[in-house]
């Protein structure tokens, strides 16, 4: 199939770099790129093969009352609570 793409000046000077080197057309380099980034996306998306482990889940009391989420300042205070002064130089 003809089509017509649009490439930045360095990957075009690239594309045509590899393809004089290897002695074949832009095209033929490009469809090699192409079918190969489209077989790593299909490797990538078939996840049965993969096997992943199991994660700890940690169950608590849900949120504390008076914290407020949306501020850095309040969320800071909290992670710091109950630790020393001189620990948070």
Do not use: W
């Not at 940690?58 to 300042?73: C, H, I, Q």
């Amino acid at each position: 199939m003809r089509t017509t793409i649009t490439l930045r000046d360095d990957i075009y000077r690239e594309v045509k770099q590899v393809a004089a080197i290897q002695g074949c057309s832009i095209g033929s380099v490009i469809e090699d790129a192409i079918s190969l980034l489209l077989a790593r996306r299909s490797a990538v998306s078939d996840t049965s093969d993969l096997h992943f482990p199991e994660l700890p889940v940690f169950t608590g009391g849900g949120l504390r009352p008076g914290v407020d989420l949306d501020s850095n300042a309040s969320l800071s205070e909290l992670l710091d609570e109950g630790t020393a002064v001189h620990a948070l130089r």
